[in-house]
Nanobody
Framework: QVQLVESGGGLVQPGGSLRLSCAAS????????MGWYRQAPGKERELVAA???????NYADSVKGRCTISRGDAKNTVYLQMNSLKPEDTAVYYC??????????????WGQGTQVTVSS
């Protein structure tokens, strides 16, 4: 199974920056897609950004130009650099990965979430 641990959330002023990290551990054949989602109070969870094993990226329109997703060299860590943060970016941010088990079946899993609060 795969465990995801997020870090890097916190309180930041509007216009500020944060870098979220998510590290995967456990026993698996390969991590395919890795992504960041967020959920604000009273709202559904939504995709923020995702990155494939080959490096292809996808961003929500609301964060394009302000956020950059990347993977570490070992491909089991994913980062989200968030700049020019706005109060509407306030949410719990969750890491997600779609992975291949050792038996070559597919699965996905979520991290526990990290709070991002943008406020003056």
């Amino acid at each position: 199974q795969v465990q995801l641990v997020e870090s890097g959330g916190g309180l930041v002023q509007p216009g500020g920056s944060l870098r979220l990290s998510c590290a995967a551990s456990g026993t698996f054949f390969r991590l395919n897609l890795m992504g960041w989602y967020r959920q604000a109070p009273g709202k559904e969870r939504e995709l923020v950004a995702a990155i494939s094993l080959g490096g292809a990226t996808n961003y929500a329109d609301s964060v394009k130009g302000r956020c950059t997703i990347s993977r570490g060299d070992a491909k089991n860590t994913v980062y989200l650099q968030m700049n020019s943060l706005k109060p509407e970016d306030t949410a719990v941010y969750y890491c997600n990965t779609e992975f291949i088990r050792l038996n070559l079946s597919r699965s996905s899993t979520w991290g526990q979430g990290t709070q991002v609060t943008v406020s003056s």
